[in-house]
């Protein structure tokens, strides 16, 4: 990379951290103090705005770069991953968006709170929920280093080191100080620069071809070196029976964890009713629906223009597909169209990951402060008092989060997203569906629902290849793989659902009917909602 793009490249980036930080001390100045106002924003925003945020907290670095690369590597096998993403949520509209908004207040523990013994079922919530975020977070903040350090053309250990620690440094000051309000309109801001970035990148690349898809297509198969197998099922999945389980529990995970996810889950309490959160879901739904759609023509196009083998030399895991496709269509190496969107789409990326990680980094200091601190007091106390607490929360998550991003630096940790949906997928959508449809749930079938997800996920992946056994794995030197999956959805997934129902038929609790009809009516009409 020339001195060109990496001057450019910063000067975009710090204009993007300004226009943040500028928000952020605007919002700090309205008054913060409440619960409400901290984790909801006040829930002042309307769906298009709400949509737009939830499209800026759903649209990771990992789906601009890492999906757009597995399309142009494994052609319809890496399209499969888009199918994912995008059925998830219908499963977010139809079972979860307008239900949880009547139900909840702030977190997923205030649903499933309402009609169990609170205590008990807001610890386990609370330590599913911080442990989802942790695992999105770290993923986040290790892609944040290297794509920084990749852009500017330095790979040393140092550089990454130091784009870790200023990515959690922000994420702290935008939550500390702006709360939701200030996390929003950063997602705002930043959703309609990724999505602006993706249709320009996406028209020039149909310009390339004159619009002729027919020629994109065979001209990527041609390039990838796979021929018409580019273009078919099973170039990545379809090998061996492990594989296509590896696939099948990947996509449970994809299509299931994004309704428990907690900064996705947090997103419907920032509107005034359960109308608003249903509509806005549809806008996330277009604004999702269309970026994903347009990372196809991305992926293929990165494939006909670039080349499968240079997007592999330039990465292995094909994670620099868009931004060397950026800098071919401006015009080559060392032309000025080719510095100037090679340097727009580097920027583009880095405030993906700023916004998502500030996303989460709420999310999970709200579970801490509302769920884990309120719980253990065992009393609620002042809102100010768990307001302060959260944003203490925030900055221990963010510490753990750099020192956590340090250590796996230079680890292959792409694993870590998927693991964070498949965890949700296990522990907090069974707990957060029993809740809302089963009469006769108890409190021991709720507990038992989460720990009986987390834990085989948990366990699963550290007996997998993903941490040992293979020259891939965390831990090449060592081998204690037992399970042959990388992804456990296929087995946690079912487990978590299997021990909520075995603890509620165990359990000697009477399910109470008068707080299950409350519930029942609460999330279908809205009738007290908060």
Same mark, same amino acid.
């Given at each position: 990379?020339?001195?060109?793009?990496?001057?450019?490249?910063?000067?975009?980036?710090?204009?993007?951290?300004?226009?943040?930080?500028?928000?952020?001390?605007?919002?700090?100045?309205?008054?913060?103090?409440?619960?409400?106002?901290?984790?909801?924003?006040?829930?002042?925003?309307?769906?298009?705005?709400?949509?737009?945020?939830?499209?800026?907290?759903?649209?990771?670095?990992?789906?601009?770069?890492?999906?757009?690369?597995?399309?142009?590597?494994?052609?319809?096998?890496?399209?499969?991953?888009?199918?994912?993403?995008?059925?998830?949520?219908?499963?977010?509209?139809?079972?979860?968006?307008?239900?949880?908004?009547?139900?909840?207040?702030?977190?997923?523990?205030?649903?499933?709170?309402?009609?169990?013994?609170?205590?008990?079922?807001?610890?386990?919530?609370?330590?599913?929920?911080?442990?989802?975020?942790?695992?999105?977070?770290?993923?986040?903040?290790?892609?944040?280093?290297?794509?920084?350090?990749?852009?500017?053309?330095?790979?040393?250990?140092?550089?990454?080191? !130091?784009?870790?620690?200023?990515?959690?440094?922000?994420?702290?000051?935008?939550?500390?100080?702006?709360?939701?309000?200030?996390?929003?309109?950063?997602?705002?801001?930043? @959703?309609?620069?990724?999505?602006?970035?993706?249709?320009?990148?996406?028209?020039?690349?149909?310009?390339?071809?004159?619009?002729?898809?027919?020629?994109?297509?065979?001209? @990527?198969?041609?390039?990838?070196?796979?021929?018409?197998?580019?273009?078919?099922?099973?170039?990545?999945?379809?090998?061996?029976?492990?594989?296509?389980?590896?696939?099948?529990?990947?996509?449970?995970?994809?299509?299931?964890?994004? *309704?428990?996810?907690?900064?996705?889950?947090?997103?419907?309490?920032?509107?005034?009713?359960?109308?608003?959160?249903?509509?806005?879901?549809?806008?996330?739904?277009?604004?999702?629906?269309?970026?994903?759609?347009?990372?196809?023509?991305?992926?293929?196009?990165?494939?006909?223009?670039?080349?499968?083998?240079?997007?592999?030399?330039?990465?292995?895991?094909?994670?620099?597909?868009?931004?060397?496709?950026?800098?071919?269509?401006?015009? *080559?190496?060392?032309?000025?169209?080719?510095?100037?969107?090679?340097?727009?789409?580097?920027?583009?990326?880095?405030?993906?990951?700023?916004?998502?990680?500030?996303?989460?980094?709420?999310?999970?200091?709200?579970?801490?402060?509302?769920?884990?601190?309120?719980?253990?007091?065992?009393?609620?106390?002042? @809102?100010?008092?768990?307001?302060?607490?959260?944003? !203490?929360?925030?900055?221990?998550?963010?510490?753990?989060?750099?020192?956590?991003?340090?250590?796996?630096?230079?680890?292959?940790?792409?694993?870590?997203?998927?693991?964070?949906?498949?965890?949700?997928?296990?522990?907090?959508?069974?707990?957060?569906?029993?809740?809302?449809?089963?009469?006769?749930?108890?409190?021991?079938?709720?507990?038992?629902?989460?720990?009986?997800?987390?834990?085989?996920?948990?366990?699963?992946?550290?007996?997998?290849?993903?941490?040992?056994?293979?020259?891939?794995?965390?831990?090449?030197?060592?081998?204690?793989?037992?399970?042959?999956?990388?992804?456990?959805?296929?087995?946690?997934?079912?487990?978590?659902?299997? @021990?909520?129902?075995?603890?509620?038929?165990?359990?000697?609790?009477?399910?109470?009917?008068?707080?299950?009809?409350?519930?029942?009516?609460?999330?279908?009409?809205?009738?007290?909602?908060?």
């Amino acid at each position: 990379m020339t001195g060109d793009h990496q001057t450019l490249a910063l000067l975009l980036f710090s204009g993007f951290v300004a226009v943040t930080l500028g928000i952020t001390t605007w919002v700090s100045r309205r008054r913060q103090g409440s619960a409400e106002e901290f984790y909801a924003g006040g829930r002042l925003f309307s769906p298009m705005e709400n949509g737009f945020a939830i499209a800026g907290d759903y649209m990771s670095a990992a789906s601009f770069l890492g999906v757009t690369g597995l399309i142009a590597l494994y052609g319809y096998d890496g399209m499969l991953y888009v199918v994912g993403f995008l059925v998830a949520w219908l499963v977010v509209l139809f079972l979860v968006a307008e239900l949880v908004r009547n139900c909840g207040r702030f977190t997923l523990a205030d649903v499933v709170a309402a009609r169990m013994s609170e205590r008990p079922v807001r610890i386990a919530a609370g330590t599913s929920s911080v442990t989802v975020s942790v695992l999105y977070l770290v993923a986040q903040m290790v892609g944040a280093g290297s794509l920084v350090a990749l852009l500017l053309g330095r790979t040393s250990g140092a550089v990454q080191a !130091w784009a870790v620690i200023g990515v959690g440094a922000l994420m702290v000051v935008y939550v500390s100080l702006g709360g939701m309000r200030a996390t929003t309109w950063i997602q705002i801001v930043k @959703a309609v620069l990724l999505l602006s970035g993706t249709i320009a990148l996406t028209v020039l690349v149909l310009l390339r071809f004159h619009g002729d898809v027919d020629r994109l297509l065979l001209t @990527a198969a041609e390039r990838s070196g796979h021929g018409r197998a580019f273009l078919a099922p099973g170039l990545k999945y379809g090998g061996t029976w492990t594989a296509r389980l590896d696939f099948i529990s990947l996509g449970l995970a994809l299509v299931l964890g994004t *309704g428990g996810l907690p900064h996705i889950l947090s997103r419907f309490y920032t509107v005034p009713t359960a109308r608003a959160a249903r509509r806005s879901a549809v806008w996330s739904i277009g604004l999702i629906g269309g970026f994903y759609l347009m990372t196809i023509v991305l992926g293929f196009g990165a494939a006909a223009v670039v080349g499968t083998d240079a997007v592999r030399g330039s990465n292995a895991a094909g994670n620099t597909a868009v931004p060397l496709l950026a800098l071919d269509l401006g015009g *080559g190496a060392g032309s000025t169209g080719g510095t100037v969107l090679f340097a727009v789409v580097a920027a583009v990326a880095f405030a993906t990951i700023l916004a998502v990680v500030a996303g989460i980094t709420l999310a999970s200091s709200a579970s801490v402060a509302h769920d884990l601190y309120a719980s253990l007091r065992r009393s609620r106390g002042r @809102a100010r008092s768990e307001v302060a607490v959260a944003r !203490w929360a925030a900055v221990g998550i963010g510490v753990v989060a750099i020192a956590l991003g340090l250590l796996a630096r230079d680890l292959n940790v792409a694993f870590l997203v998927g693991l964070a949906f498949a965890v949700a997928a296990s522990a907090n959508l069974p707990v957060l569906l029993y809740s809302l449809f089963w009469r006769g749930f108890t409190t021991r079938g709720a507990v038992w629902a989460v720990y009986g997800g987390l834990i085989p996920a948990l366990g699963l992946v550290l007996l997998s290849p993903v941490v040992s056994g293979s020259p891939a794995s965390l831990f090449p030197d060592v081998d204690f793989q037992y399970f042959p999956l990388q992804n456990p959805g296929i087995v946690s997934i079912p487990l978590g659902f299997l @021990a909520g129902w075995l603890g509620t038929i165990t359990s000697d609790e009477v399910a109470d009917e008068a707080r299950y009809a409350e519930t029942e009516v609460r999330s279908l009409t809205g009738a007290g909602a908060v």
